[in-house]
């Protein structure tokens, strides 16, 4: 192996690490039913025209991680949204949760440039459509650097990470466990198992992937496979809720009465 793949390892492993242990904050959860959230990374069209439509078909909403500096162009996950499917989605009660507006990467990017991003993101957000707002955010490509988890904290509700993994017990609200469907869309038994594992822990499950199409990318899926995690997902018996309304439900049964602000 050579030098640069070891220190590439090294690093991943220190950022993964510093971003389970450091700067947490701990949420209960005391939640009596298991929860289950879609979301979905950078936001291509094929997500809310074609992932959103087979939630819609199972009456749930799912959030969509927004990188407002894509709209309108191709990216390595396909056709970016346009104007109209920021529309659409809050119309169809999906969630619009922030992906910085450059597309960061959360561990290569210095943390004053990744905030400014976000902030820019935020604002681009109030222009387009005024009265919305982020609450949650993803962060892109990778675990993020220690201080951006930090500085996160003040802007997001709740952030979310990766891990292949369900949130048990007590949950890292600036580092929520998610599972990449992606990683095992040759594996659908895999994806049944977890969310068999969510319910027995009544967890919360939140689920990540990218782009819906018949020929996906190596970051999405296809529609047959995720319409079958759907309905798998809803016959276990799990609310399917947004990232945001899953925050709100859980604060709730922890007896937060703040379950409408930060």
């Known amino acids: 192996m050579q030098i640069a793949d070891c220190w590439s390892r090294a690093q991943g492993k220190y950022y993964r690490t510093?971003?389970?242990?450091?700067?947490?904050?701990?949420?209960?959860?005391?939640?009596?039913?298991?929860?289950?959230?879609?979301?979905?990374?950078?936001?291509?069209?094929?997500?809310?025209?074609?992932?959103?439509r087979t939630l819609k078909r199972f009456g749930a909403a799912g959030t969509y991680y927004v990188s407002l500096g894509l709209m309108g162009k191709t990216a390595p996950t396909g056709k970016m949204f346009v104007m109209d499917d920021l529309r659409a989605a809050v119309e169809d009660g999906h969630e619009?949760?922030?992906?910085?507006?450059?597309?960061c990467h959360a561990a290569d990017t210095a943390t004053s440039y990744f905030e400014a991003s976000v902030i820019e993101n935020r604002l681009a957000l109030e222009k387009l459509l005024p009265g919305v707002a982020f609450r949650t955010f993803s962060y892109p490509i990778s675990p993020p650097r220690i201080q951006t988890k930090k500085r996160m904290a003040k802007h997001?509700?709740?952030?979310?990470g990766g891990?292949?993994?369900?949130?048990?017990?007590?949950?890292?609200?600036?580092?929520?466990?998610?599972?990449?469907?992606?990683?095992?869309?040759?594996?659908?038994?895999?994806?049944?198992?977890?969310?068999?594992?969510?319910?027995?822990?009544?967890?919360?499950?939140?689920?990540?992937?990218?782009?819906?199409?018949e020929s996906p990318t190596p970051y999405g899926c296809t529609p047959a496979f995720f319409g079958r995690v759907v309905e798998y997902a809803v016959h276990s018996g799990a609310r399917i809720v947004s990232v945001l309304d899953a925050w709100k439900l859980l604060q709730s049964s922890a007896g937060d009465p703040a379950v409408t602000g930060k």
Do not use: K, M
């Open 156 to 160: 997001f509700v709740c952030c979310r």
């Open 18 to 52: 510093g971003a389970r242990l450091f700067y947490r904050r701990p949420l209960v959860l005391t939640n009596r039913t298991p929860l289950i959230s879609f979301t979905f990374d950078d936001f291509p069209r094929s997500a809310l025209l074609t992932g959103g």
């Open 96 to 103: 619009l949760g922030c992906h910085t507006f450059d597309h």
């Open 163 to 213: 891990g292949q993994t369900f949130n048990q017990g007590t949950a890292d609200l600036s580092y929520l466990a998610s599972f990449f469907l992606e990683q095992s869309r040759d594996d659908e038994d895999s994806v049944r198992e977890l969310i068999d594992q969510n319910r027995a822990a009544r967890g919360w499950l939140v689920l990540a992937t990218h782009d819906i199409s």
